[in-house]
């Protein structure tokens, strides 16, 4: 009898582990650009990969074509039972913030943007941090002082790269020029590589011979431009080095795929917690990629400023100018 009991139990135990394993539906919803944008979205989709491969639970995930598509798109998420659900851009907040409210039981999480709810994670970066080590490369890489920044959309987060990257630069040389571009007011700001090739062409004839962007698929524009010219460029958010290699001097990864596999896994462990989560430097948020494709490009001399000044930041010797916290950039 005894012995029966215990398989009894352990039958309800795997039961109602299978169960709890069944009703774990993490969703993901990529921002215009697409999953496949080399940069920003892929971070996330490279993040939902690693957790799906390790733990073999499956995601649902959707790619929007319009603005209006956001919105619809979370709710069928929400109505069909989809927990945690990450909104992967600050353009989602509005969209967010309408659906978890609707469902309050629903775990959400917004990548860039901060949505007040008791139900939603919202997940920031210090750009600027991992600008500041860019621009120190690009500064002791450039041949005559001029160096560039091309922007996606001209909101605040990327004046905080652009701020972040001038600080760097100027802590090199205070004499060193940026030039700086955005490309645009909407969303179509982050797809036009067209449009980055043209504004870094621009930047290339006004003598800037290192130009990083922040600009998603745009910068894709941004770096082959640079590479036609013999140039250089640096990559954004996912590891770019490979796309031109030897012409892409670093990228300033930022860990968008650290932070939807940790959202993933802490559902799945029911370890979730709601609020505001940042990431740095210190918590390996951001940061400056070295490989195969450019461990040619970096001296020992650069690299060891690179690690001196992150050294800085972190103990909070050096701190980095946050460009939203007044809309300004002292640098």
């Known amino acids: 009898m005894k012995h029966l009991l215990a398989a009894m139990l352990a039958a309800t135990v795997l039961s109602a582990s299978a169960a709890s394993a069944a009703d774990f ?31 073999g639970t499956e995601y649902r995930e959707f790619e929007i074509v319009n603005d209006a598509q956001r919105e619809q798109a979370l709710r069928r998420f929400a109505r069909d039972g989809a927990s945690p659900i990450i909104s992967v851009g600050f353009s989602q907040a509005a ?58 959309m001209d909101i605040p987060l990327i004046s905080k790269f652009s701020c972040g990257y001038k600080g760097g630069v100027k802590s090199v040389s205070k004499d060193d020029a940026v030039f700086e571009n955005m490309t645009g007011s909407t ?17 290339i004839d006004k003598g800037a011979d290192v130009i990083f962007h922040a600009a998603g698929g745009t910068g894709i524009g941004v770096l082959q431009a640079a590479a036609d010219a013999g140039k250089y460029g640096i990559g954004v958010d996912s590891n770019q080095n490979g796309l031109f290699p030897g012409h892409v001097l670093t990228s300033m990864v930022k860990r968008v795929d650290n932070a939807v596999y940790q959202a ?19 918590e390996e948020g951001v940061g400056y990629t070295i490989d195969e494709h450019n461990k040619d490009l970096i001296t020992d001399e650069m690299k060891a400023a690179a690690e001196k000044a ?20 002292p640098y």
């Open 25 to 55: 539906k993490p969703a993901i919803l990529y921002d215009l650009g697409g999953k496949f944008d080399k940069s920003f979205n892929e971070g996330a989709y490279d993040g939902a990969e690693r957790f799906e491969k390790e733990t």
């Open 95 to 152: 969209a967010l913030e309408a659906v978890a409210k609707e469902y309050p039981d629903t775990e959400f999480a917004i990548i860039d943007s901060v949505v007040d709810l008791p139900n939603v994670r919202s997940i920031l970066f210090k750009e600027e941090e991992g600008s500041y080590l860019v621009g120190i490369l690009a500064a002791m890489k450039s041949a005559d002082g001029k160096v560039g920044f091309i922007g996606g």
């Open 187 to 203: 969303g179509a700001a982050w797809n036009d590589p067209v449009r980055g090739g043209e504004l870094a062409k621009a930047q």
């Open 264 to 282: 993933f896994m802490d559902a799945k462990d029911d370890k979730w917690t709601s609020g505001v989560v940042t990431l740095g430097l210190k």
């Open 310 to 329: 992150k050294a800085d930041i972190i103990a909070g010797t050096i701190e980095v100018h946050d460009y939203t916290t007044d809309s300004s950039c």
